[in-house]
C-alpha cells in the first residue's frame, strides 16, 4: 500500500500542479494582473501549504527540529531541484522575466531568517518580525497589482491571450475549480506521497534524521517541482520563477513565522555550520537569472540538478 500511497500523490501532485497554473494564469488575466504577481501570492502560498502542515505537526509531536530543517532543506531543493529538473524538459525563457525585486525581497527574508537562527532558539517573538516582513512583502505586491491593472490597456490583454493555457473568456466559475483543485490537490498529493515514501524508507532501514533531511524536504518541494514543470511545459517562465522565489519567502516567513507561535523551534548545530549556507548558496545561484537576463537552458537544468544530487550524497554519507 505505501506504494499504491507514493504513485497516487505524484499523480495527483502532477494534475493539482496543472490545475493551479491554469487558474493562476487566468486569474492574472481577468483580473489585469500579470501572472508574475499572481504566482509570488496564490500559487506560492498553495506550494508552500505541505512545508506549513508538515511544521506545525512536527513541533506539536515534539519533533521542532524537523520544521526547520524542512523549511530550509526545500528551499535548497526548489532552486536546484524545482528549476534544473523542469529545465532538462524545455527551456525557461527568464530572460523575459523581471523578478528584480522579488529576489531582493526573497534574500531579505533569507539573511533575515539566517540571523534568527543564529540568534535561536526561534521564538513567537521573532515570528511576529518574519510575520510582519510577510505583511510587507504582501502588501507591496498589491500595490502593484492594482497599479498594473490601472495601466492595463486592450492591446496588453491582447498579447496575454497568446499565452499558451490563456483563455480571456474562461468564466469565474472554472477559474475558481482550477485554483481549489490545485489548492486543495497539491498538499494532498504531497502528503500522500511523503507518507508513502517515509514508510518505505523506514522499512529499508533509513534513519529518521536522514528521512527528515531528504525524503521530507524533498516530497514537500514536489508541490513546486509539479507546478513548475507544467509551466515549463505550457511556456511560464513567469509562473515558474515567481512560484519559486515566492514558495522560498513563504517558507522562510510564512511558515516558520506561523510554527513559531505552536512552539519554540531549536536550531541543530549541523544546519547553522552546513544547511543554511547552502540554501543561501543555492539562492545566490539565481543571480544570473534575475540580473544578468540569462535563460534557463537544459544545461543550467544539468548544473542544478547535479548539485542538488551532490548535496543529498552528502547528507546521505
Same mark, same amino acid.
Given at each position: 500500500m505505501d506504494w499504491v500511497y507514493a504513485s497516487l500523490g505524484l499523480v495527483i501532485l502532477l494534475l493539482a500542479g496543472d490545475a493551479l497554473v491554469k487558474g493562476a494564469v487566468n486569474l492574472s488575466l481577468r483580473l489585469g494582473v500579470p501572472a508574475l504577481i499572481v504566482s509570488l501570492t496564490i500559487v506560492a502560498f498553495g506550494t508552500s501549504a505541505p512545508e506549513l502542515l508538515i511544521a506545525i505537526e512536527a513541533i506539536i509531536d515534539g519533533a521542532p527540529g524537523l520544521a526547520l530543517g524542512n523549511v530550509v532543506g526545500s528551499n535548497t531543493a526548489n532552486v536546484l531541484m524545482v528549476l534544473g529538473v523542469p529545465a532538462l524538459i524545455a527551456t525557461f525563457h527568464t530572460s523575459e522575466c523581471d523578478t528584480r525585486k522579488n529576489y531582493m525581497f526573497m534574500i531579505f527574508a533569507s539573511v533575515l531568517f539566517t540571523a534568527m537562527c543564529f540568534l535561536g532558539p526561534i521564538t513567537w517573538v521573532h515570528g511576529l518580525v518574519l510575520l510582519a516582513a510577510l505583511g510587507f512583502v504582501l502588501s507591496d505586491a498589491f500595490l502593484e497589482a492594482r497599479a498594473h491593472r490601472k495601466e492595463c490597456k486592450a492591446s496588453e490583454a491582447d498579447d496575454l491571450e497568446e499565452v499558451e493555457g490563456a483563455d480571456m473568456d474562461m468564466p469565474w466559475w472554472q477559474i475558481g475549480v482550477f485554483m481549489v483543485l490545485g489548492l486543495v %490537490? +497539491?498538499?494532498l498529493g504531497a502528503s500522500l506521497l511523503v507518507e508513502g515514501a517515509v514508510n518505505i524508507a523506514t522499512q529499508y532501514g533509513v534513519s529518521e534524521t536522514v528521512i527528515g533531511l531528504t525524503l521530507v524536504a524533498v516530497g514537500t518541494s514536489l508541490p513546486e517541482l509539479a507546478t513548475t514543470a507544467m509551466a515549463a511545459v505550457r511556456n511560464q517562465a513567469d509562473v515558474a520563477l515567481g512560484n519559486? &522565489? %515566492? @514558495? #522560498?519567502? *513563504? #517558507? +522562510? +516567513?510564512?511558515? &516558520? $513565522? &506561523?510554527? @513559531? *507561535?505552536? $512552539?519554540? &523551534?531549536p536550531v541543530a548545530n549541523g544546519i547553522l555550520a552546513f544547511d543554511i549556507w547552502v540554501m543561501l548558496g543555492a539562492s545566490a545561484l539565481l543571480i544570473p537569472f534575475v540580473f544578468f537576463k540569462k535563460n534557463i537552458t537544459k544545461g543550467w537544468g544539468v548544473f542544478l540538478s547535479a548539485l542538488y544530487a551532490a548535496y543529498v550524497i552528502i547528507i546521505l554519507v
Amino acid at each position: 500500500m505505501d506504494w499504491v500511497y507514493a504513485s497516487l500523490g505524484l499523480v495527483i501532485l502532477l494534475l493539482a500542479g496543472d490545475a493551479l497554473v491554469k487558474g493562476a494564469v487566468n486569474l492574472s488575466l481577468r483580473l489585469g494582473v500579470p501572472a508574475l504577481i499572481v504566482s509570488l501570492t496564490i500559487v506560492a502560498f498553495g506550494t508552500s501549504a505541505p512545508e506549513l502542515l508538515i511544521a506545525i505537526e512536527a513541533i506539536i509531536d515534539g519533533a521542532p527540529g524537523l520544521a526547520l530543517g524542512n523549511v530550509v532543506g526545500s528551499n535548497t531543493a526548489n532552486v536546484l531541484m524545482v528549476l534544473g529538473v523542469p529545465a532538462l524538459i524545455a527551456t525557461f525563457h527568464t530572460s523575459e522575466c523581471d523578478t528584480r525585486k522579488n529576489y531582493m525581497f526573497m534574500i531579505f527574508a533569507s539573511v533575515l531568517f539566517t540571523a534568527m537562527c543564529f540568534l535561536g532558539p526561534i521564538t513567537w517573538v521573532h515570528g511576529l518580525v518574519l510575520l510582519a516582513a510577510l505583511g510587507f512583502v504582501l502588501s507591496d505586491a498589491f500595490l502593484e497589482a492594482r497599479a498594473h491593472r490601472k495601466e492595463c490597456k486592450a492591446s496588453e490583454a491582447d498579447d496575454l491571450e497568446e499565452v499558451e493555457g490563456a483563455d480571456m473568456d474562461m468564466p469565474w466559475w472554472q477559474i475558481g475549480v482550477f485554483m481549489v483543485l490545485g489548492l486543495v %490537490g +497539491l498538499p494532498l498529493g504531497a502528503s500522500l506521497l511523503v507518507e508513502g515514501a517515509v514508510n518505505i524508507a523506514t522499512q529499508y532501514g533509513v534513519s529518521e534524521t536522514v528521512i527528515g533531511l531528504t525524503l521530507v524536504a524533498v516530497g514537500t518541494s514536489l508541490p513546486e517541482l509539479a507546478t513548475t514543470a507544467m509551466a515549463a511545459v505550457r511556456n511560464q517562465a513567469d509562473v515558474a520563477l515567481g512560484n519559486v &522565489i %515566492g @514558495s #522560498n519567502m *513563504f #517558507n +522562510l +516567513l510564512a511558515i &516558520i $513565522g &506561523i510554527a @513559531s *507561535f505552536v $512552539g519554540d &523551534i531549536p536550531v541543530a548545530n549541523g544546519i547553522l555550520a552546513f544547511d543554511i549556507w547552502v540554501m543561501l548558496g543555492a539562492s545566490a545561484l539565481l543571480i544570473p537569472f534575475v540580473f544578468f537576463k540569462k535563460n534557463i537552458t537544459k544545461g543550467w537544468g544539468v548544473f542544478l540538478s547535479a548539485l542538488y544530487a551532490a548535496y543529498v550524497i552528502i547528507i546521505l554519507v
